[in-house]
C-alpha cells in the first residue's frame, strides 16, 4: 500500500523578531502565524490521511521557548491522526537530556503514543499493515557542528523490502551558505551513499526540490512552513510525500503560510504610474501582508500631495507597511511661475534649466538649495 508522509521542519516556534523594528503587535502576530500554520500542516495531513507527520529540526527557534509555545505545540501535534508524528530536533532546538530542558518539557506534555522525540542515533520500525518502514534520525545535540550526525547510518544494514528513510537537519553542500562549517554540513553524495530511499532534511530555509515531483530526488527540504523575513520571499511549504510498494514516489509541494513579505520599488512619473502602483497593492492581501516599498520618481505638486495622502491610508490597512519616500516634486514653468516673481534670480535661473536640463536632476538641485537658503 501506498504510505502518505508529511514532511514540515523549521517552524522556529516562538520566533520573536525582537531584532526587527515591527510594532509589538505585528511580532504578536507573526508569532501566531507560526502555531497557525503549524496547525494547517496537521489539518491537512489528517484530511489526506497522512501515516506520518515528520518535523525535521528546529520545530521551536531555541532551547528556551517559553513553556506556553511548548504546551500549544504539542496540542496541535497530538492532534494529528496518523500513526506518528516523528520529531528530530535540530540545531536551534538541539537535544538535551536533563531534565527541565525543552524536550524534556516537550515530552511531559505529548502523547506518548503518538509523539516521539528521535534523540538516538537507532533505526525506527514502523510497520502499516504490510509494509514496514524504517526511519534513521540523526538528531542535532548542540548548535553549531562541524560534523554532521548521519554518519552512523551507512553503517546500518538495510532491509530490502522496507521503506527506508533518513531524518535529518543541517546544511547540504551547494544549497545553503555555510562557509564555516559550523552547520552540520552533509554532502550530497553522503546522503547517497546510505543507501536509503530518501532523506527529509532541514534547516535550509527554502524548498527543494523547488517545485513538486513524481521521480525520487534524493532528499527534500520543506523550506520555512511561512516566511520569517523579507528575504523569504515563497508562501512558506511543507512537503506531501506519497511512496508505494515499489518505492514509486510523489511528492507534492504544498503552501502552508498565510502571511507574506514583499519588498517593492517603484519609479513614479505620473499619476498613472500611481494609480498603478495602487491596484497592485489593492490587490494583495493587506492584512495578511508584511510591505517594504522604494519610490522613486517625480510628481506633480498636487500629484504628489494626493500621492502621500493614499500612502497615508495605505499604511494603516497593511499587516506592516514601511514605505521609503524618494519622491520629488516635478518642477515645470507653472510651478516656478507660482513660488518665485516673474525676473527674481531663482525664477531666472530655475527657468533656463527647464530648457537646459533634460533628467531635471540640476533643476531639481537648484530649487532644493534655492529652498534651503530661505531659511
Ligand atoms: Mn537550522
Known amino acids: 500500500m501506498a504510505i502518505k508522509i508529511m514532511h514540515t521542519a523549521d517552524n522556529h516556534i516562538g520566533m520573536k523578531f525582537s531584532n526587527k523594528e515591527y510594532p509589538q503587535k505585528v511580532k504578536e502576530k507573526l508569532l501566531e502565524e507560526r502555531l497557525n500554520a503549524l496547525k494547517r500542516i496537521v489539518d491537512n495531513a489528517n484530511e489526506t490521511h497522512c501515516h ?13 521557548v517559553k513553556s506556553g509555545d511548548i504546551k500549544a505545540t504539542v496540542k496541535i501535534l497530538n492532534s494529528f491522526a496518523g500513526e506518528a508524528v516523528l520529531i528530530v530536533p535540530g540545531n536551534h532546538d538541539f537535544f538535551e537530556s536533563s531534565s527541565g530542558t525543552l524536550w524534556d518539557k516537550f515530552h511531559k506534555e505529548a502523547d506518548e503514543q503518538k509523539l516521539f ?18 526511519f534513521f534520525p540523526a538528531c ?13 547510518v551507512a553503517k546500518e544494514t538495510l532491509e530490502p523490502e522496507a521503506i527506508n528513510i533518513g531524518i535529518a537537519h543541517g546544511n547540504v553542500e551547494g544549497m545553503g551558505l555555510d562557509e564555516r562549517e559550523k552547520y552540520f554540513n552533509m554532502k ?16 535550509i530555509h527554502v524548498p527543494y526540490p523547488k517545485t513538486s515531483v513524481s521521480t525520487n530526488p534524493g532528499y527534500f527540504m520543506p523550506a520555512t512552513h ?8 515563497h508562501g512558506g511549504y511543507c512537503w506531501l510525500i ?27 512619473n505620473s499619476l498613472d504610474d500611481f494609480e498603478k502602483l495602487v491596484m497592485e497593492l489593492n490587490s494583495l492581501d493587506k492584512l495578511n501582508s508584511m510591505l517594504r516599498i522604494e519610490l522613486n520618481g517625480r510628481l ?10 493614499k500612502l497615508q491610508q495605505l499604511n494603516d490597512e497593511f499587516l506592516f507597511f514601511q514605505s521609503n519616500d524618494l519622491l520629488n516634486e516635478y518642477i515645470d514653468q507653472a510651478y516656478i ?7 527674481s534670480i531663482p525664477h531666472q535661473l530655475l527657468s533656463s534649466l527647464i530648457s537646459a536640463d533634460d533628467d531635471g536632476l540640476a533643476l531639481q538641485l537648484a530649487n532644493e538649495l534655492i529652498e534651503k537658503s530661505k531659511l
Not at 52 to 64: E, H, P, Q
Not at 140 to 152: A, F, L, P, R, V
Not at 254 to 265: A, M, N, Y
Not at 337 to 343: E, G, I, Q, T
Open 52 to 64: 506520518f507527520l515528520v518535523i525535521a529540526g528546529d520545530l521551536f527557534d531555541s532551547v528556551n
Open 337 to 343: 511661475n507660482a513660488l518665485y516673481p516673474n525676473d
Open 188 to 203: 550530497p553524495q553522503e546522503l547517497k551513499d546510505s543507501k536509503l530511499d530518501f532523506w527529509l532534511l532541514g534547516h
Open 300 to 309: 506633480k505638486m498636487e500629484d504628489l500631495a494626493k500621492a502621500r495622502n
Open 242 to 268: 506519497e511512496v508505494d510498494e515499489k518505492k514509486s514516489i510523489k511528492a507534492d509541494l504544498i503552501e502552508t503560510g498565510s502571511i507574506k513579505f514583499f519588498d517593492l520599488k517603484w519609479q513614479l
Open 117 to 134: 522525540i528521535l534523540s538516538e542515533y537507532a533505526p525506527q520500525e514502523f510497520n502499516i499493515k504490510d509494509q514496514k518502514l524504517v
Open 226 to 233: 511561512t516566511p520569517d523575513g523579507w528575504d523569504r520571499k
Open 140 to 152: 542535532c545535540k548542540s548548535k553549531h557542528s562541524e560534523e554532521n550526525m548521519i554518519g552512523w
